[in-house]
């Protein structure tokens, strides 16, 4: 096992079980009539999209959210003006007997944060830019230097929680991974590190107030960075003495497919971890869109048991990604990328059963055509494969009905498996039961072995990351197939689940591929699952990444719309990430790791960016997508689209 992979001088997580299921103690607040932290449910909560001073459309938009279940309602106040509305919009509600607290999004002023204080039960502000403006500059600070910053921040911050704190009000401190100030990206860089001491710095001004009705958040459209994020700042705040609940949320997380197994990966992986008590799933859809899949994640939490599992070492840093290291076997582990496995077991295996994972046989040209979503393995079971396979394709079949034919691999039950038996490779379907002393030097000591991890009770996601823990502790580095299967789902929830279970142990480093199975589910809505998990997870790429803002009352153009177009022609661009953003809050700090951006900057002009930098001011929005593929052409990452 590679050293890296461990967690050397890693600061430690207390509040956190690793082995068994156990959910964070905070600190429980109010925020108005509702309950949050302690032993209080997981709250689930979304943003209006209406412009904020449209107040009849605003007031309708919340209405629906609250119908869908949203249990905090949070509307964009960017200056003075829509803090006043925010008044009216209160009371419209009260009227219509909604009860629901709201919250007014602050950005950068925090003259409209007081203002929104006397209307509404809690105020986010992004420490980001609540006291700092963002212009990229790298400054260099002394340690006296960096302290008169903070003590600027303190007196432009403490009025605001002095007013929280006489009104009864609630406070979110929302740090945004594409947002960090120039001070804290010039002292900490862009790193979880930096984020967590961003909302650190305004902590500490509130913990010298006396005042302590707060919710922390830690996004990024990253799943990966967000995770390493909560982590670090629990451990913080356990340094510190520390107990504020947490907002959980994966920023830009986009539309359809993959905004859910992004935010499944991120929210789920952490609520796996215990951490969190209110949620919010960033669509780039309608907002009361977004309610019923947070309350499909958090369901699976409200009667979570322990899992019982023993405690081994930890091999694996919580605040930083590594992968496992092993050995390569069979076409999968060492260097090679995650590998995805199907079951097709289920009756005759024929050219046409295998279309919906990814390959298309020509008749007329006898010639197999791949998509871009072409599993790596097969699983026939006991059925034959009586046909000329494509080249990159593998079949496993059980051991008795094996043949020895090229790229065909036995599987076994791990108390079944032979390694006298002739094949190259062995796969062994084993479960954590399984991982015996005895069984781990056997596996360790056959170099032809690929581990197949079935995972088989409610906390699927450690069982997976525990059984890969205890074989590093035995220095075992046979390359695993992480696999699930699920029974009676639909198809949001089997995404769902398989992105926190299959996904999350992926972020930590563990595992050489996934095999992931929905009876009765459609194959290739299984396929495009698992390659979605492993393109969230950063471990596999294989198609176009969109990291789109769900939209708010900032917003200056259709932001659906607008991803649905762009998304429409630049979908064959492998590897490419387009940020898409509704405004310049949203804009070129947001969207992070974007290699190309487009921004709304003005009502009908948008803004193109190469990473962070501006390409074309005040483009008309009628021509924007074309420009934005002239500047992806112009930079050589542009290819025609295959017809």
């Known amino acids: 096992m ?22 964070r103690t905070s600190h429980q607040i109010r925020i108005g009539n509702l309950t949050l932290g302690g032993d209080a449910p997981l709250r689930i909560q979304s943003m209006t999209t209406a412009n904020t001073m449209d107040i009849e459309k605003t007031v309708a938009e919340s209405e629906r959210m609250i119908n869908a279940g949203c249990e905090l309602v949070r509307i964009t106040a960017p200056s003075k003006k829509e803090a006043e509305a925010l008044k009216i919009i209160a009371e419209s509600l009260h009227e219509k007997g909604h009860e629901v607290p709201l919250v007014a999004d602050i950005h950068f002023t925090p003259n409209a944060a007081e203002i929104a204080a006397d209307h509404v039960e809690k105020i986010r502000v992004n420490p980001g830019n609540y006291a700092d403006k963002k212009r990229f500059e790298d400054i260099e600070y002394t340690d006296a230097s960096y302290a008169e910053e903070l003590e600027r921040i303190r007196e432009r911050f403490t009025p605001l929680v002095l007013k929280c704190k006489a009104l009864g009000r609630a406070m979110r401190i929302g740090t945004n991974h594409g947002s960090l100030s120039d001070r804290i990206m010039s002292r900490y860089g862009d790193t979880p590190k930096g984020m967590v001491e961003s909302a650190m710095e305004f902590l500490r001004i509130c913990r010298d107030n006396d005042y302590h009705s707060l919710v922390i958040s830690m996004k990024a459209s990253n799943p990966q960075v967000m995770v390493q994020a909560y982590r670090l700042l629990v451990s913080s705040m356990d340094a510190e003495g520390m107990n504020y609940p947490l907002h959980l949320g994966v920023t ?34 309608a907002p009361e869109a977004e309610l019923p899949v947070a309350r499909m994640l958090v369901e699976r939490y409200s009667n979570r048991s322990p899992a019982n599992q023993s405690a081994v070492p930890l091999s694996f840093n919580p ?10 076997a069979g076409g999968a582990g060492g260097k090679q990328v995650p590998r995805v496995v199907h079951d097709l077991s289920n009756g005759p295996i024929t050219e046409a059963k295998l279309f919906g994972c990814g390959y298309r046989y020509s008749v007329p040209l006898d010639k197999w055509n791949l998509d871009d979503f072409a599993c790596d393995f097969i699983y026939a079971g006991s059925e034959a494969v009586d046909f000329e396979l494509p080249g990159t394709l593998a079949v496993l079949q059980n051991a008795e009905h094996w043949q020895d034919r090229t790229r065909h691999y036995p599987v076994w039950p791990a108390d079944e498996w032979s390694a006298d038996h002739p094949a190259k490779w062995h796969f062994v379907r084993t479960q954590s039961k399984d991982l015996t002393d005895s069984f781990i030097a056997r596996v360790q000591n056959n170099n032809r072995t690929v581990l197949v991890l079935e995972a088989i009770s409610e906390h699927a996601m450690s069982e997976l990351r525990t059984a890969c823990m205890v074989l590093d502790a035995a220095g075992c580095d046979v390359p695993v197939i992480l696999r699930r299967t699920y029974d009676d789902l639909d198809a949001e929830r089997f995404q769902l689940y398989a992105a926190t279970d299959a996904g999350a142990p992926l972020l930590d480093g563990f595992g050489d591929g996934i095999w992931i199975e929905g009876r009765g589910l459609p194959l290739k809505l299984r396929n495009s699952t698992a390659f979605g998990i492993l393109q969230a997870t950063r471990t596999r790429i294989s198609k176009t990444e969109y990291i789109s803002c769900p939209s708010c009352g900032r917003t200056l153009f259709d932001l659906q719309e607008t991803t649905s177009k762009i998304r429409e022609v630049t979908s064959h661009l492998k590897g490419i990430k387009i940020g898409i953003m509704g405004c310049i809050v949203n804009g070129p700090g947001e969207m992070a790791d974007a290699d190309y951006g487009y921004v709304g900057t003005g009502p009908g002009k948008i803004t193109l960016y190469k990473e962070k930098e501006v390409v074309e001011k005040n483009v008309p929005e009628e021509r924007a997508v074309d420009a934005l593929i002239e500047l992806i052409r112009s930079h050589g990452d542009w290819v025609e689209p295959v017809t």
């Not at 050397?8 to 509040?15: D, H, K």
């Not at 905004?259 to 992986?269: N, T, V």
């Not at 605040?319 to 390569?328: A, C, K, L």
């Open 319 to 328: 605040y930083s990604y590594s992968r496992r290291s092993s050995r390569e």
């Open 252 to 285: 830009e997380a986009g539309d359809g497919e993959d905004g859910r197994i992004k935010s499944a990966i991120g929210i789920g992986g952490l609520l796996e971890d215990g951490l969190g008590d209110t949620i919010r799933v960033s669509l780039t859809e």
């Open 2 to 23: 590679s050293q890296d992979h461990k967690t050397e001088a890693a600061p430690p997580l207390n509040s956190v079980d690793w082995f068994n299921y156990r959910r």
